[in-house]
Every structure is written in structure tokens, then in C-alpha cells.
């Protein structure tokens, strides 16, 4: 899969909204999503635009 090189990390956050996960705090440029589905998992992502390709796929690894 390629991973898109001009994604935002608040657009990235509006699009996991689709998979259960919410914003529930930020702090400074870091937001903080929660989903309860299938246990409680927590997910920080950076607000950079645009996001570093190794950070995203990091992000992609940790929801799979």
C-alpha cells in the first residue's frame, strides 16, 4: 500500500473518526484519540502538516 505524502495529522484524525477513534485531549501539536471498540486503545498523533512518511507508517502499523 502506498502511503499518501501530503496528509495532514488533523485530517488523518477527522479520517480514523470512521474507525471508532475520537479526539480526546491535545496537548501543544500532539492529539490524543481513544476508540473503545475491541478494547480501549490510545493513539497519539503529531498536528503536523504535512506528516513525516515514517511517522504515518508507524500510525498505520499501530491500528492494524
Known amino acids: 500500500m502506498k502511503l499518501p505524502r501530503d496528509l495532514a495529522g488533523l485530517k488523518l484524525a477527522k479520517r480514523l473518526e470512521v474507525l471508532g477513534y475520537r479526539i ?16 480501549e486503545h490510545h493513539l497519539t498523533i503529531p498536528r503536523y502538516d504535512p506528516l513525516k512518511l515514517g511517522t504515518l507508517a508507524s500510525i498505520v502499523n499501530s491500528i492494524a
Open 24 to 39: 480526546t485531549r491535545q496537548t501543544g501539536s500532539h492529539l490524543r484519540l481513544t476508540t473503545e471498540q475491541q478494547g
